[in-house]
């Protein structure tokens, strides 16, 4: 089979407790094409002794303070060679050692490829799947109802990419997957769970915030009308999910 590249990014800001393993699971990837990128915002934690033990496969790093998580996602990105890429931010991580041989050995050459995500805590623990579940067909229409497929659960060829709107603070990552799935002919569902996502990063943390901003994106790109009926959808369904469970999920 034809191994394409694949340029990972992983964004980290003072997280020593939880970098190490997102580089191990980078590490521990069977796939032998992998570009690996980390984006540093100039940690004084302890983060950049962690990254340094994982410098054999590090394959560009830059320490350096930005201007919020989306411009470092952009200098991430530019520094990218990759035919695909994958943004793995801190703390999460790719779900098993051969998860980019599964991603890439579906079907060849599709523009997107998605999988399914688990949560997990702090202390590494399977909390679940997601509250919005993964649609078995994906297109830009698809986040009408909110995210349902997990930024770190999703590989984007680089040449449908474009950088983050750094307009929004918390969910600039809704806007780019839109912007690109509108320009992709052929996505793939994986139909395997590919990620893992540490739950309680900065849009939960800042949740009012994160949802005004994805009503915003999701207007400008569904309609207003369309929007309020969608949002009515949405709160019915987080309504029936806190009945039946007692808590929320992203």
Known sequence: MAYPK????TIVYNNVRNIGYTLSSVDQQTYPNIEYIVVDGKSNDGTL???EQYKDTISKLVSEKDNGIYDAMNKGLSMATGDYVLFLNSGDELYSSNTLEKVFGNEDNADIYYGETKL???DREILGDRRHKTPEH???QSFKYGMN??????????????????QYKL?????WVIRATKKAEKIVNVKDYVAKYLVGGMSQQRH???LKERYEIFKKYYGFVPNLINHAVIAGRLLLHRLRNGKTRD
Not at 171 to 175: A, V
């Open 6 to 9: 694949v340029s990972i990014i």
């Open 49 to 51: 002794e962690v990254i």
């Open 120 to 122: 997990i805590n702090e």
């Open 138 to 140: 994906f297109d830009w």
């Open 149 to 166: 497929v997990c930024h770190q659960a999703i590989y984007i060829k680089r040449s449908l990419t474009t950088p983050y709107d750094l």
């Open 171 to 175: 969910s600039s990552d809704i806007d």
């Open 208 to 210: 009012k915030q994160s």
